[in-house]
């Protein structure tokens, strides 16, 4: 029976699709591996944005008006968005354990947290 199979006349394709291809094939001589980011000086220089009417936008004149949704609250321990606010120190607090935390902290860091968010007052 092995007589058989190894005098079958079997055709197997050059390149089998489930190998790993060479690196030398794939990336020819002088050819990048990887992708090539552009920066935004880069993409500014490629759009040539001076060839644009002035009033349509893009990444130069770009101007928005007010947003009509009211800012979103994140929590100053964090950084999770929150709807509580700490009536004692005004820091703003996530959750339960977030809260605890906050009630337990030193007037000093209290302040720390709050100058962060550029709301520091002066706790009685």
């Not at 058989?4 to 591996?33: C, N, T, W």
């Not at 001076?50 to 009509?68: F, G, K, R, T, W």
Request: glycine residues 4%.
């Amino acid at each position: 029976m092995e007589s058989e199979v190894v005098h079958a006349d079997i055709l197997l394709p050059p390149v089998l699709g489930f190998k790993k291809i060479q690196m030398a094939d794939k990336y020819p001589k002088g050819q990048s591996r990887g992708r090539h980011w552009k920066h935004l000086k880069q993409i500014l220089q490629a759009e040539n944005y001076l060839n644009y009417p002035a009033n349509e936008p893009n990444y130069n004149n770009i101007e928005s008006p007010p947003s009509m949704y009211p800012p979103k609250k994140f929590c100053d321990i964090t950084g999770f968005e929150t709807p509580y606010t700490d009536p004692r120190t005004s820091i703003r607090y996530a959750n339960t354990e977030v809260f605890k935390r906050v009630r337990s902290l030193p007037n000093e860091y209290v302040q720390r947290y709050l100058s962060l968010r550029n709301a520091a007052v002066v706790l009685r």
